[in-house]
């Protein structure tokens, strides 16, 4: 089993920035995947970015240019920088690791932007 701890929620006004933290408790065997995924109330999870073992990423439409995903192999950690926050991204942001076989969730932190 893997666990991630997710850190860096809060409340922020819009235009404002936040840096989330997951921090996973062991590396996993191969190629993998590390992510941000969120969910808003009412909503389902929708992707917000994500980085591959190897560097690759990909951002949804409605960050991109905002959010800067990054990780470090080394420390099995992943951050999300997010800047010029807007109201529609208050969310529960959750941590992902997809390996091969298996998939893994943090419990979420939740980002909360004001007007």
């Known amino acids: 089993q893997v666990q991630l701890v997710e850190s860096g929620g809060g409340l922020v006004q819009a235009g404002g920035s936040l840096r989330l933290s997951c921090a996973a408790s062991r590396s996993i065997f191969g190629l993998n995947t590390m992510g941000w995924y969120r969910q808003a109330p009412g909503k389902q999870r929708e992707l917000v970015a994500t980085?591959?073992?190897?560097?690759?990423?990909n951002y949804a439409g409605s960050v991109k240019g905002r959010f800067t995903i990054s990780r470090d192999n080394a420390k099995n950690t992943v951050a999300l920088q997010m800047n010029s926050l807007k109201l529609e991204d208050t969310a529960v942001y959750y941590c992902?690791?997809?390996?091969?076989?298996?998939?893994?969730w943090g419990q979420g932190t939740q980002v909360t932007v004001s007007s």
């Open positions: 992902r690791l997809a390996g091969t076989y298996s998939i893994y």
């Open positions: 980085i591959t073992s190897g560097g690759t990423t």
